[in-house]
């Protein structure tokens, strides 16, 4: 038997130049499965593709058809040019993380979540959270646009790349800096000095943390766990019930203290570089 993509649809170019098609899998012209494939502009170019909705049928699962669906998905990538491939799988479907490790995906981040409570936890004693000063936010976000373009680096990224996507995630979410609306960026502060920051979203029915980080002189005493019951605190003091963030592979120290705090993994994002 024979399995292949159909498309469904002519190629999709949107606004910003993306590209998006929509298959049928088929065996043997037999409709088993859906796949859906996109280009991401997160990095500023068609170089990234990203593989949505790959569906196998019930009935035809555990017969190879994903494996050939997404193989042959990669091939359409290689076709639009592009030289890596993403996806992100939800952290219960077992057998689509077993499938993308076979098939040479390597986690990148995962998304992970709490469900909070009703009262917002308390800090330690000596420890407070405060707004971020416009003097201190120029420093501040030169660090972060630094850290996050590193990251991307250090997961194969080229440095321009990570460089522009730190750039255009930074401006895209925090348009008016301080003054963004439904966004805090805090200093945490213990004793008086500071030892910490955090950049907590609550622009949907979730809190999102995009940033949390100790400051190094003060590292390994506590604070990054202070700087997440502040998250929740913030989280809880905007009517949001569930506090959501990433974390990169690799970050163990921050996947410790996450888990110990209560939060699951939601998804596994991945990537593979194509030859």
């Known amino acids: 038997m024979t399995t292949t993509l159909r498309p469904t649809e002519p190629l999709q170019r949107a606004a910003d130049g993306a590209l998006s098609r929509h298959y049928q899998v088929c065996v043997n012209s037999r409709p088993v499965g859906e796949v859906r494939l996109s280009t991401s502009p997160a990095f500023g170019s068609d170089g990234v593709a ?3 909705d790959l569906r196998i049928e019930e009935g035809d699962r555990g ?15 290689r076709g639009w040019g592009c030289t890596r491939v993403e996806l992100r799988v939800p952290a219960d479907a077992d057998a689509a993380l077993r499938l ?18 009703a009262a917002a936890p308390a800090l330690p004693d000596g420890s407070l959270g405060r707004a971020m000063t416009e003097e201190e936010f120029g420093p501040w976000l030169e660090l972060a646009l630094a850290g996050y373009a590193r990251a991307w680096r250090d ?36 004793r008086g000095e500071p030892v910490g920051s955090l950049w907590v979203s609550f622009k949907d029915d979730k809190a999102f943390v995009f940033d949390v980080e100790a400051d190094e002189a003060h590292r390994g005493r506590g ?4 700087l ?4 929740e605190a913030q989280a809880i003091g905007n009517g949001k019930r569930v506090l959501g963030l990433n974390v990169f592979a690799g970050n163990t ?10 939060y699951v993994p939601v998804s596994y994002s991945m990537y593979k570089n194509l030859l």
């Open 50 to 52: 990203r593989i949505a």
């Open 63 to 77: 017969r190879g058809r994903g494996t050939v669906a997404a193989l042959a998905a990669e091939e359409v990538a």
């Open 100 to 117: 993308a490790s076979a098939l040479g995906y390597v986690h990148r981040n995962r998304g992970m979540e709490k469900t909070l409570g």
């Open 155 to 190: 997961r194969g990224v080229p440095e321009e790349a990570a460089w522009a996507r730190s750039r255009r995630d930074h401006e895209r979410l925090l348009p008016q800096g301080l003054a963004t609306s439904d966004t805090l960026i805090s200093v945490l502060e213990h």
């Open 223 to 226: 604070h990054g766990r202070s």
């Open 228 to 231: 997440m019951l502040l998250a």
């Open 253 to 262: 120290p921050a996947e410790r203290l996450y888990e110990s705090l209560g």
